[in-house]
């Protein structure tokens, strides 16, 4: 359970909301959350999974909201916001999961391909801390994690489009961070520097191994350490990783 304490900062018992819910850390984080005694609102595009989550953690004595939105469109985030805030409450903490990438060089990407990738990454997360710091403010305590990638950090040939997303992603987090951090409320930016085990991963690269891959679980189990952390040594960025991956 998270510390009973009222000290800014450190996770109580509240409302988590999770945006950009799938098969991988998304459901982690869900299930670790909820674990942890929170309330856990639910955002993604397609129902039929946070549905079948959400029963899953509620048979474990959770409790969940499912909203589908899309994070690239500002109104419907707005509704799925108003939704969490009737239903649950104002969000105490942000995990900002959401992120898509269209792959390829400068001749191959389309500015299509482009904008899609900075709305699901850059723009998605933009709205939904816009939605989430007002009452943050107010109460002088939140927390707001943002999934990064290795793309966000150094990019390659093919991250035409993904790269300059998630570096938009972690530039928000280092400007939030220093605007909130001396108001109570804690940001941080999450570099999964790896291939994340999810089935449609192993399907398509059979010749991966365990340890080859970031364990959902335990990427999930560094987000509630984040969450936790008494405000007097705040971690701003993380990296997780495989041992065995080169960085």
């Not at 510390?3 to 799938?22: H, K, L, R, S």
């Not at 004595?61 to 969490?84: C, H, K, M, W």
């Not at 269209?102 to 482009?114: H, L, M, V």
């Not at 679980?217 to 971690?235: C, G, H, K, M, V």
Request: aromatic share 8%; proline share 6%.
């Amino acid at each position: 359970m998270a510390p009973q304490t009222n000290q800014p900062g450190i996770a109580q018992p509240g409302i988590a909301m999770v945006v950009g819910v799938g098969p991988g850390l998304g459901a982690a984080l869900v299930r670790r959350f909820a674990q942890g005694g929170h309330a856990v609102a639910m955002v993604a595009r397609s129902r039929e999974f946070m549905d079948g989550l959400g029963a899953e953690v509620r048979a474990a004595g959770g409790r969940t909201l499912a909203v589908t939105a899309d994070v690239g469109d500002a109104a419907e985030i707005n509704r799925a916001f108003d939704t969490v805030r009737s239903k649950l409450g104002a969000p105490e903490m942000l995990l900002y999961n959401a992120g898509s990438g269209n792959w390829g060089t400068i001749t191959e990407i389309t500015p299509e391909q482009y904008e899609d990738s900075w709305r699901v990454n850059a723009f998605g997360a933009f709205l939904c801390a816009k939605q989430a710091v007002t009452d943050m403010i107010k109460n002088k305590r939140g927390v707001m994690l943002f999934t990064g990638a290795t793309a966000g950090i150094k990019a390659g040939p093919m991250s035409a489009a993904f790269g300059p997303a998630k570096f938009a992603v972690r530039g928000l987090a280092q400007s939030l961070a220093r605007d909130l951090g001396p108001r109570g409320i804690h940001v941080a930016y999450v570099n999964v520097d790896g291939i994340i085990d999810i089935p449609h991963i192993r399907s398509r690269m059979p010749s991966l191994k365990d340890e080859d891959m970031l364990k959902p679980a335990a990427i999930a189990e560094a987000y509630w350490f984040l969450a936790n952390q008494d405000p007097s040594a705040w971690t701003q960025e993380l990296d997780v990783r495989p041992f065995k991956e080169k960085f």
